[in-house]
């Protein structure tokens, strides 16, 4: 899956910018690397990037600043690489739409299957687009509201699209998959995440507050949607049909 992935680290530190071209090259990714928020855009400028590995400290404008501002203009994948400590840090990086995360110091490899998750992830997409093309009508819907998974495409009852982060679209369509369903954190992260996700990963109540702010704000009441079940996890509360008006029953 790795023969076309193009990753570009941001990381003012020159000495793991060099480690991580050098592993992630010998690991059939192609690697571009950047020193700060100017560099990064030139990159992103000349070259078709899929995936950036972000630093969380970086001389002028910080990680979290690029991360905010990335998400504003594209999609591109975003993990981000965190002082072990700064827990703070890591939750306002997924609130500002990153898709993963990372403390320092870490394991090189653990990296690598983190990209290829979130690789897998979108690589897995594409096939599931272009299938569902040929039914365009294919969709999930619950009060009003309508997903529509080939496209990665969610209206409001009015008819207007949510944007949404792939992290949080992910996480919704798995919710709606399987209405009326209690979803652990756990099922949640192996729905979304897949294996490289920590089991102590926070970053799934970090996106359902993000993803119940944004339902909340299209339509007032939608955040109740997703309801938390104490010592159980999540549950999509609404009805949710499909387009050939078979009811999901939840699955998985």
Known sequence: ??????????????????????????NGLRVSVAADGREMRRVLEEAKIDLIVLDVMLPGDSGLTLCGQLRATTKIPILMLTAVAEDTDRIIGLEMGADDYLPKPFNPRELLARIRAILRRVEDRAPAAIALEAEPELALTFDGWKISPGRRQVLDPNGQPIELTGGEFDLLLALAERPQRVLSRDRLLDLTKGRAASLFDRSIDVQIGRLRRKLEAAAPGAGGLIATVRGGGYMFTAAVTRSDAAKLAGKG
Not at 3 to 12: K, M, Q, Y
């Open 1 to 26: 899956m790795d023969r076309s992935f193009h990753i570009l680290v941001v990381d003012d530190d020159k000495e793991i910018r060099s480690l991580l071209s050098k592993f992630l090259t010998r």
